[in-house]
């Protein structure tokens, strides 16, 4: 457990202000969201079946909360991570055409999370999915959605400020794009964090790009499960990676903030290429996986956007538990306190 002390912070909404700013984000940035990207709503699940393929390994390491179904003879149940894959079954059931797609409310338990300013056992968050075609599997395209993602981005910014004049707007104009070996040839000595501290402080919003691969060095930049965002796919300039982070400048914490994670998806040829990297070919048998091989599923673009991150960052707050109610240890409500955080 660490806490990121801010610099004399004071808090610029209090807690009854701070629950507007939350339904005032929330709302606008979900009806914007949906009409710049032609995604219609959906009810998403808040466990899936083990076993199946369906649920978000993250980074292959992470533990799903589980129990048995007494009505089914004791089959076990796995609260979903993300809803990465389920979405893209559901492009499929729903026969949703190209150019248009689905979001839903994600919520997530997440009990193996590093507890601090940015991370909660309790994960809330827009997962969307659209239908592409295989023309749409380039980086331009990938850019394109970015692009539009980021103007919804923008009008959040400014009609909290309207409503909170003393939150005022900082999102640049544009957001830049690089890849993230580029971004390590440029900072060969730092850490991946580092290199985002230092590349998002200089612009203020950044994509950064071809997460998941191993990078010039033989590291990745940081993890990515093999069977969702295609990582392996050459793109721009033959750096491989379809997909990236949208990150922001937090002046509040000093720090970059990840607010979604997203890519284009595998294909049949990409799924095949990264499990057999990351040397797991036995999941090419699970359900999911069965149907992506079988030609059953859509191409697709997607990811998940945070929704306390967003509102913590809109609303210039220092810690998650400022926007959502999470359990947190004994030690972490003494430093907030200690440092005029005031969780809720």
Request: glycine share 8%.
């Amino acid at each position: 457990m660490k806490v990121i002390k801010p610099i004399a912070y004071s808090p610029l909404l209090d807690i009854k202000q701070t629950e507007l700013g939350i339904k005032c984000v929330k709302d606008f940035f979900e009806s914007c969201l949906s009409a710049e990207l032609h995604l219609r709503r959906v009810t998403a699940p808040l466990f899936v079946l083990k076993g199946t393929g369906i649920n978000d390994d993250l980074n292959g390491i992470e533990r799903p909360v589980r129990f048995p179904i007494k009505d089914m003879g004791d089959q076990q149940a796995e609260v979903v991570h993300s809803l990465a894959k389920w979405k893209r079954m559901m492009l499929a059931d729903y026969q949703i055409e190209p150019g248009f797609g689905l979001y839903t409310d994600m919520n997530a338990i997440r009990p193996d999370e590093e507890m601090d300013n940015l991370h909660s056992l309790y994960v809330d968050q827009w997962d969307w999915e659209r239908h592409i075609t295989k023309g749409d599997r380039t980086v331009d395209y990938l850019k394109d959605i970015v692009t539009r993602i980021y103007s919804v981005m923008k009008k959040t910014e400014y009609v909290v400020y309207e409503r909170f004049p003393q939150i005022k707007p900082t999102l640049p104009e544009n957001i830049t794009f690089i890849h993230s070996e580029e971004l390590r040839q440029l900072y060969p000595n730092m850490t991946p964090k580092e290199r985002e501290n230092v590349i998002t402080k200089k612009y203020g919003a950044v994509f950064l790009m071809g997460i998941g691969g191993a990078l010039g060095d033989g590291k990745k930049h940081d993890g990515r499960a093999p069977d969702y965002d295609d990582w392996s796919t050459p793109g721009e300039k033959g750096l491989p990676g379809l997909n990236g982070d949208i990150l922001v400048w937090n002046s509040v914490l000093g720090e970059s903030l990840e607010l979604s994670s997203m890519g284009i998806r595998v294909d049949r040829d990409a799924l095949l290429r990264q499990l057999e990297i990351e040397g797991e070919q036995s999941r090419a048998e699970l359900y999911f996986h069965q149907r992506l091989l079988n030609g059953e599923l859509p191409l697709s673009i997607g990811g998940g956007i945070g929704q306390s991150r967003l509102c913590m960052f809109f609303l210039r707050k220092a810690h998650i538990g400022e926007i959502q109610c999470s359990i947190w240890p004994k030690e972490m409500y003494e430093k907030c306190k200690e440092y005029n955080i005031p969780i809720i």
